[in-house]
């Protein structure tokens, strides 16, 4: 909720010049009228010759936002909520093994140096979707700098499908 909320975000006005940035839920997808349907029923539905659907990975990164967090105070607000979370948690336990979990874990082990963290990764090893494999002496130096922090590695093990559970940022208990 500090220095680095401010820092994370860029608006997107700043950084695309010849266009406009939309944010909303598509509900539907009229390809024979050529236009996309919001599920905020008063926006007008927006048309489009060519549709490029480039919906980005299924890994998100701390900065990643939920659905609907969209100005400034809402960008600050989940990411104070996000850190009182995390603060108050008596431990942490990162979900996936790749760049963004390794990195995760070690934004928090650096604001909490004593705070139990684990790592769950599914995979053999971490880093097992990057595009290109990691070199073995790549890896056998991260998992001693993972011991030597000691953030604990648990591999080969996955989450099968959470019931009920809120990822979305809104709801800590």
């Not at 299924?58 to 400034?72: A, W």
């Not at 431990?91 to 684990?118: C, T």
Request: with cysteine.
């Amino acid at each position: 909720g500090g220095e680095w909320t401010d820092r994370v975000r860029v608006p997107l006005n700043r950084v695309i010049k010849h266009g406009r940035t939309i944010i909303g839920d598509v509900i539907e997808v009229d390809v024979k009228n050529k236009q996309l349907k919001f599920k905020d029923t008063a926006r007008e539905p927006l048309r489009f010759d060519i549709l490029v659907a480039a919906t980005g990975t299924i890994n998100h990164s701390p900065g990643d936002l939920p659905s609907g967090v969209c100005t400034k105070e809402e960008v600050r607000n989940y990411f104070r909520l996000t850190s009182n979370a995390i603060r108050n948690a008596k431990d942490v336990l990162i979900v996936g093994g790749g760049a963004s979990a390794v990195e995760y874990a070690g934004e928090i082990r650096d604001m909490y140096p004593e705070k139990p963290i684990k790592i769950l990764c599914s995979a053999a090893h971490l880093l097992s979707s990057s595009v290109a494999p990691m070199a073995p002496q790549f890896l056998k130096q991260l998992y001693a700098t993972l011991e030597k922090r000691n953030i604990v590695l648990i591999r080969g093990e996955k989450v099968v499908k959470p019931s009920e559970l809120d990822f979305s940022g809104k709801k800590f208990e």
